[in-house]
T-cell receptor, first 112, second 113 residues
């Protein structure tokens, strides 16, 4: 089954404790992206990657890091989480060029 | 100014009616346009994509794009209670060598049986 998976699905952490949210896709997609969704602000793009070793900032990259060492994986790293990073995070992937963007199930993060 | 703006609603229509959702965008180099449906607590799923001016129909859904007016809309005919969800408008732009997506804040639709 074609899918985007994220782990963990729910995470409660404390300010400053480094965390990683993993994202994996099995569709051989070139493009992968991370979004955060907040009430009243909608989905905002954090980082995206157009292929292995190629990453670029989206609209709200501050406080986040990403890497793309393999085509299927695109982890999101919060090196020093803060409460304003409490949000619902989605990973997505699509084929290069056009095409449908498929979303993962989401990761709900609470930073205390 | 936000890249993509939608009326947040809520929009309520009776079952069987036409629901009309609207979206405006600010970037004139926007290339591709999408409508996603998102049920509460779930991830967005693609309803329609549209790339050129005019109408595109898929079953009960019709997307309309007017690049001159920077306007994209979604019509849902014969609305069903299962259509009750938040609808997200998204635009895809290609700044220089990049490829970014901008989403609106969504319009909440309720279809009343």
């Amino acid at each position: 089954e074609a899918q985007v998976t994220q782990n963990p699905r729910y995470l409660i952490t404390v300010t400053g404790k480094k965390l990683t949210v993993t994202c994996s896709q099995n569709m051989n997609h070139e493009y992968m992206s991370w979004y955060r969704q907040d009430p009243g602000l909608g989905l905002r793009q954090i980082y995206y990657s157009m292929n292995v070793e190629v990453t670029d900032k989206g609209d709200v990259p501050e406080g986040y890091k990403v890497s793309r060492k393999e085509k299927r994986n695109f982890p999101l790293i919060l090196e020093s989480p803060s409460p304003n990073q409490t949000s619902l995070y989605f990973c997505a992937s699509k084929a290069g060029g056009g095409g449908t963007q498929y979303f993962g199930p989401g990761t709900r993060l609470l930073v205390l | 100014q936000k890249e993509v703006e939608q009326n947040s609603g809520p929009l309520s229509v009776p079952e069987g009616a036409i629901a009309s959702l609207n979206c405006t965008y600010s970037d004139r180099v926007s290339q591709s346009f999408f409508w996603y449906r998102q049920y509460s607590g779930k991830s967005p799923e693609l309803i329609m994509s549209i790339y050129s001016n005019g109408d595109k129909e898929d079953g009960r859904f019709t997307a309309q794009l007017n690049k001159a007016s920077q306007y994209v809309s979604l019509l849902i005919r014969d609305s069903q209670p299962s259509d009750s969800a938040t609808y997200l408008c998204a635009v895809n732009i290609y700044p220089n060598t990049g490829n970014q997506f901008y989403f609106g804040t969504g319009t909440s639709l309720t279809v009343i049986p």
